[in-house]
T-cell receptor, first 115, second 112 residues
Framework: DAGITQSPRHKVTETGTPVTLRCHQT?????MYWYRQDPGHGLRLIHY???????DKGEVSDGYSVSRSKTEDFLLTLESATSSQTSVYFC??????????????FGPGTRLTVL | GENVEQHPSTLSVQEGDSAVIKCTYS??????FPWYKQELGKRPQLIID?????GEKKDQRIAVTLNKTAKHFSLHITETQPEDSAVYFC???????????FGTGTRLQVTL
């Protein structure tokens, strides 16, 4: 597995509380991504980053924000968690040699439950 | 944006038989098509991918075919084994920031 870790691996929180998930890579890859995985929906892109301080929205970005202050870390924040954000969150990284059509490697995932 | 449809949603085959999973995509600019395997509770892992300049790619028991005209691609697994049981996802990318659009997954069960 590529050098990707996610923390925490499991979290239970209450509606309305802020939550931050962390993705850490040791591969020095330029691109990092956050996905959520829900039954019947596959994996859907939330936000992605193409460099330090450079981020953009994916298809399901409402209610989420991200930050990337270092190449190795990509943070996903739920400012005020809702039950609809209960999901499994995966981070992914992509090599920096070319911007197009590079393989994505996934982290182990974080299971988030919002009560 | 891109839309990827995947069929079937579930597939049961006997050990030793072949399995075929099909995906269609909507954006003719898509040029990269990976397939991921996800075991229960694990992360998705790339098993094979194909780029738009080739029509077929093989890796041992796994093959992927691409028909750009019809905008569909398929995963073929031959001589299936119990360890092939998992959820398989197709995806497509136009190349912009290597963003992927995923299908909704196929749960493959290989029975003895």
């Amino acid at each position: 597995d590529a050098g990707i870790t996610q923390s925490p691996r499991h979290k239970v929180t209450e509606t309305g509380t802020p939550v931050t998930l962390r993705c850490h890579q040791t591969e020095n890859h330029r691109y990092m991504y956050w996905y959520r995985q829900d039954p019947g929906h596959g994996l859907r892109l939330i936000h992605y980053s193409y460099g330090v301080k450079d981020t953009d929205k994916g298809e399901v970005s409402d209610g989420y924000s991200v930050s990337r202050s270092k190449t190795e870390d990509f943070l996903l924040t739920l400012e005020s968690a809702t039950s609809s954000q209960t999901s499994v969150y995966f981070c992914a990284i992509s090599e920096s040699s070319r911007a197009s059509t590079d393989t994505q490697y996934f982290g182990p995932g974080t299971r988030l439950t919002v009560l | 944006g891109e839309n990827v449809e995947q069929h079937p949603s579930t597939l049961s085959v006997q050990e030793g038989d072949s399995a075929v999973i099909k995906c269609t995509y909507s954006d003719s600019a898509s040029n990269y098509f990976p397939w991921y395997k996800q075991e229960l509770g694990k992360r998705p892992q790339l098993i094979i991918d194909i780029r738009s300049n080739v029509g077929e790619k093989k890796d041992q028991r796994i093959a992927v075919t691409l028909n750009k005209t019809a905008k569909h691609f398929s995963l073929h697994i031959t001589e299936t084994q119990p360890e092939d049981s998992a959820v398989y996802f197709c995806a497509a990318s136009t190349g912009t920031a290597s963003k992927l659009t995923f299908g909704t997954g196929t749960r493959l069960q290989v029975t003895l």
